[in-house]
């Protein structure tokens, strides 16, 4: 009877590992103001540079996230998740780097840009830490840089378009 049990209780540990999925981030995002916050205080305070929107395409190698902003246009931007440190190519002059990996469930971004920006040659420091929420219909945002005037947070909050 212990045998029995003891070969049930593996077969049902070893076989959800098995069919435990990797989350999948792939799929539209709409940005929902109301319930995201930059700066202490929330989205619908600030100004229209937030992305509007994402179309993320999510494979086991790499995440491409393209995005829309009033004030910036249409971004994409590739990572590959092997946590690595690569390049960003840009047009701006600026030296862009990262690295990417999955974490668990969350795939975290760190990225660092040096260069020159509206206020002078700055070196900036983000962290991006992508999650989906149980359903798979809400993905949270959460970043966090720290540049020569200080350290800004900001979560976004965007739900899936179908």
């Given at each position: 009877?212990?045998?029995?049990?003891y070969v049930l209780l593996t077969l049902l540990v070893f076989g959800s590992v098995a069919f435990a999925a990797d989350p999948d981030f792939s799929?539209?995002?709409?940005?929902?103001?109301?319930?995201?916050?930059?700066?202490?205080?929330?989205?619908?305070?600030?100004?229209?540079?937030?992305d509007d929107g994402i179309l993320i395409t999510h494979t086991q190698?790499?995440?491409l996230m393209e995005s829309d902003c009033v004030a910036c246009g249409t971004q994409a931007k590739e990572y590959?998740?092997?946590?690595?440190?690569?390049?960003?190519?840009?047009?701006?002059g600026a030296l862009i780097?990262?690295?990417?990996?999955m974490d668990g469930e969350l795939i975290v971004i760190d990225q660092g840009f040096g260069g020159?920006?509206?206020?002078?040659?700055?070196?900036?420091v983000t962290r991006i830490s992508l999650s989906l929420s149980h359903d798979n219909e809400?993905?949270?945002i959460y970043s966090s840089s720290k540049?020569?005037?200080?350290?800004?947070?900001?979560?976004?909050?965007f739900k899936r378009i179908h």
């Amino acid at each position: 009877m212990k045998s029995s049990f003891y070969v049930l209780l593996t077969l049902l540990v070893f076989g959800s590992v098995a069919f435990a999925a990797d989350p999948d981030f792939s799929g539209g995002w709409a940005l929902e103001k109301e319930n995201g916050f930059a700066y202490g205080k929330p989205f619908m305070n600030q100004s229209p540079e937030a992305d509007d929107g994402i179309l993320i395409t999510h494979t086991q190698d790499s995440l491409l996230m393209e995005s829309d902003c009033v004030a910036c246009g249409t971004q994409a931007k590739e990572y590959i998740l092997d946590g690595r440190a690569r390049n960003l190519p840009n047009d701006k002059g600026a030296l862009i780097s990262y690295s990417a990996k999955m974490d668990g469930e969350l795939i975290v971004i760190d990225q660092g840009f040096g260069g020159p920006t509206p206020f002078g040659s700055a070196v900036v420091v983000t962290r991006i830490s992508l999650s989906l929420s149980h359903d798979n219909e809400v993905l949270t945002i959460y970043s966090s840089s720290k540049d020569p005037r200080g350290e800004v947070t900001a979560t976004k909050i965007f739900k899936r378009i179908h």
